[in-house]
């Protein structure tokens, strides 16, 4: 009897057993594969909002963001 | 059109007025406002400081509904006070010119920074409230007060208890090539800043009253992306964690499962072991009829396991999104989000079948070493 042959009546004789291998590495692949999905996903967003907000530094300057002493009157 | 009455207060109208020295400054950079109508400055403008401005489109001079257009011109007195006496709540009029703008374009704020509250609360004024002029053409009033009224700021103080008039740049926007650029501008800016901080303490210029004066904010996009998104890094983490868990579990549960099932067959094993069978056939006997069922999973979920994501990330990236839009930033987050979809693509199958039947290969090594462990005399002997 060939390799592969014995290989398939192998599964088939024994439905329950390659049934439950079959279900497990699916529920878990399934996981797998979301997760790797939500990953690739989140990566996605993220470098589009780095690229959005691009390569920028703002110096901000506390003296004149709370000045109250701007005396030069416009009417 | 002139400004006549102004319903505001003169110091609010004044302290609204902000110099640019880019045709894209950086409230529309930063989509703070947008040109509803007529333009931005040009190179020219800018450097010559002609007498434009940009002011909000719903900018109501006077109180009479009088709508601003575009080119326009709006005449505004430059009028310089004595200082306030006990009786008179304005002191005597020292000086005073008309000056005559053009009025290039209108602009109005986008609608995610309208509301905002917080940003009304600098003498600066709401950002919808700003009247845009070049640089330059602020520069010259400023000599011109200076060139009209030539007393030494001190004695201003000394006259008024305030200085006349300061002028003073609200933020600097460096704009980097690239993003890796940040981490050597950093450091080097700070640098910059401490030394700047330094010598004004050597010349006794800042003492500590006025040490808050040069408490400088230098914020990056990359500190800004930090604190606006929090929750994808953490949606990251959990996705990350949840996978590397994955495999984990799946290596160690397809490990006990496989050597359940052997031990189960080990009779069998025996006796092809004792009929003569060798043992890399066994051994690629088990190999391919795991392959064989793992692989159709790992086919199946392919598609189940986008299913299962894309009903998760509905919920899941919804939590990432701010709950009230309260600044550009958030706006564009959610943007991003809504408009973000699930790919299937080459990457994602690969990646699946690659750390699929890694999974699968490692889980497959300890009953491989079961299987040549074997002894078929010992095995025909207990059954």
């Not at chain 2, 020219?44 to 007498?51: C, F, K, S, V």
């Amino acid at each position: 009897m060939s390799l592969l042959k014995r290989v398939w009546l192998s599964i088939i004789y024994r439905p329950i057993q390659s049934l439950l291998l079959f279900l497990f590495t699916l529920l878990l692949a399934n996981v797998m594969a979301g997760s790797y999905t939500i990953l690739q996903t989140t990566t996605t967003i993220k470098q589009e909002i780095k690229d959005q907000f691009g390569a920028r530094v703002t110096v901000q300057y506390p003296a004149f963001q709370s000045s109250n002493n701007v005396s030069l009157f416009f009417f | 059109m002139t400004f006549g009455e102004l319903n505001q207060d003169a110091y609010t109208l004044s302290s609204r007025l902000t110099g640019v020295n880019e045709a894209e400054f950086i409230n529309l950079y930063e989509k703070d406002i947008e040109i509803v109508a007529g333009r931005s400055f040009t190179e020219q403008e800018l450097e010559t400081g002609a007498n434009v401005l940009i002011l909000n489109s719903a900018y109501d001079q006077s109180g009479e509904h009088t709508p601003i257009e575009v080119g326009d011109q709006l005449h505004l007195d430059m009028t310089i006070y004595a200082p306030p006496t006990q009786t008179e709540q304005r002191g005597e009029q020292l000086y005073q010119e008309q000056i005559s703008f053009e009025v290039i374009g209108l602009h109005d704020t986008l609608p995610t920074v309208r509301d905002l509250a917080a940003e009304c609360g600098t003498s600066f004024g709401c950002i919808e409230e700003r009247i845009f002029m070049p640089n330059q053409t602020l520069l010259s009033l400023y000599q011109k007060v200076k060139t009209e009224f030539p007393i030494e700021e001190k004695d201003q103080e000394e006259m008024f208890g305030q200085s006349l008039i300061q002028l003073g740049v609200k933020a600097s926007l460096f704009v980097l090539d690239t993003a890796e650029s940040l981490s050597i501008f950093e450091p080097q800016a700070k640098e910059a800043i401490q030394n700047t901080i330094h010598s004004l303490k050597e010349d006794d210029l800042i003492d500590e009253e006025n040490d808050w004066m040069v408490q400088f904010k230098l914020v990056t996009s990359d500190q800004h992306y930090q604190s606006t998104a929090e929750t994808i890094e953490n949606i990251s983490l959990i996705a990350k964690a949840s996978f590397f868990g994955s495999i984990i579990a799946m290596t160690s549960i397809l490990t006990v499962i496989i050597l359940l099932f052997l031990r189960d067959r080990s009779k069998e094993m025996g006796l092809l072991r004792a009929l003569g069978e060798r043992k890399h056939r066994l051994l690629g006997q088990i190999l391919l009829e795991v392959s064989i069922i793992t692989i159709l999973a790992l086919s199946l979920s392919l598609i189940t396991g986008q299913l299962l994501a894309n009903q998760l990330a509905t919920s899941i990236f919804q939590t990432a999104e701010p709950a009230a839009i309260t600044s550009t930033s958030d706006q564009m987050i959610t943007t991003i989000i809504d408009s973000t979809t699930i790919a299937f693509d080459g990457q994602y199958v690969f990646m699946v079948y690659l750390v699929g039947i890694t999974t699968i290969l490692l889980a497959i090594i300890f009953p491989m070493i079961y299987l040549l462990k074997l002894n078929p005399k010992k095995i025909l002997m207990k059954h």
